[in-house]
């Protein structure tokens, strides 16, 4: 639960809202009629993170997040952190907000492998034009972060559709999308998503509240949650919050024509914006890798990229497919100018003795389309995206 830089600048828009840039961070903002706001997620230039601005207190104070549709608590680091690296983060100081509220109970979360430790506390967070307010979330005194959490980003901004308990958090508050959700802050309780091309310098959107039909082409298609859990923790990380649907199969093959395909039934498809890959079961993703000719770290040289084939995972009942062509699935970092080796986003995983059946579609797959994830109707829809001119 974060703050957001002072705009610059705001002007209407044609779809009737107003959209506000702000830092180079990234954020724009649209409100509609109080019922819409937008915001632009950015990538993290050092991974596949892609974060935004939001603002916690009154005044606001401005703090850069991830944006995680998997994740439930929010933290902040404190004007009181004793550890050097909180000097290269933004910090919250409770004692210039008027609308803070002590709680001082003993935390500490655990987010993708790294750790902080304070109190609890209650703020008004603010998403754009969104005020939530008596958003519970930790000041952070303590952080032990890993070395991609660095000074481009501040927190997480969690978005998932369960509420999400990790055994190794403790502070077990209510989500901002629930919040959001509870104080009726919206007419229709989805958010949509457009990620940032990651071989060009743009600007995404996460709007709240509405579809922005000017970002995708055709129609949106949905499909159902599903309802997936398991007693395998690492299975569980992505099961938990929700955002998953029935697979069906993937395919791969030359581009010419001929696929080989691979039956997912019974399989979950869970979606997350922190995971950068597709993981699927071992026997499946090593076959595809060894065809791809990917070496033990999974690169090819840049070279053979336009040459490999590509993937169509198939989603719900009706087999709907999506297409990844190998741009979109084999990356070049924009830290590796140096190198000729491309990273191929495919990861294997083994399946959980209790007999869970699920792939993970990450952010390589989410940047392809435009997604809305719609909690009053307990679905999830995707379109092509419009081309750029």
Known sequence: ??????????????????????????????????????????????????????????????????????????????????????????????????????NGTAVRLHHSG??????????????????????????????????????????????PRLQVDDPESSLRAVSPFHNIIRQELLQKNLFSLKLPDSDADERGELLFGEVNIDLYDGTLTSFPVSETYSSNRAAQYFLAPGWQ?????????????????????????????????????????????????????NRIDCDRRDAMPNLIISLGHNATSFLLKPNDYIRRNPQWHWSTTCQIEIALHDEPEDGTKFIVLGSVFLARWYSVFDYDNAQISFATLKKKA
Not at 51 to 77: C, K
Request: proline residues 5%; contains cysteine.
């Open 1 to 102: 639960m974060f703050p957001l830089d002072q705009p610059s600048q705001a002007h209407s828009t044609a779809l009737g809202g107003v959209i506000v840039e702000v830092s180079l961070s990234g954020l724009a903002e649209r409100h509609r009629n109080r019922q819409a706001d937008s915001q632009s997620p950015r990538k993290n230039n050092n991974g596949w993170f892609y974060f935004t601005e939001i603002g916690i207190g009154t005044p606001p104070q401005s703090f850069r997040a991830v944006i995680d549709i998997s994740w439930s608590d929010i933290f902040v680091p404190s004007v009181n952190c004793i550890e050097r690296v909180c000097l290269h983060h933004r910090q919250y100081d409770h004692s210039q907000s008027s609308s803070h509220r002590a």
């Open 114 to 159: 790294f750790y902080t430790s304070g109190y609890a506390s209650l703020d008004t967070l603010r998403i754009a034009g969104l005020a939530i307010r008596k958003q519970a979330f930790e000041e952070a005194i303590k952080l032990k972060p890993v070395p991609l959490w660095d000074d481009v980003f501040d927190s997480v901004l969690g978005l």
């Open 245 to 297: 649907v029935d697979a069906h199969s993937i395919a791969y093959g030359d581009q010419d024509g001929e696929m080989a395909n691979f039956s997912l039934a019974g399989h979950a498809a869970a979606f997350s914006t922190v995971y950068p890959c597709i993981s699927l079961p071992r026997a499946i993703g090593e076959e595809i890798l060894q065809y791809l000719g990917a070496d033990l770290l």
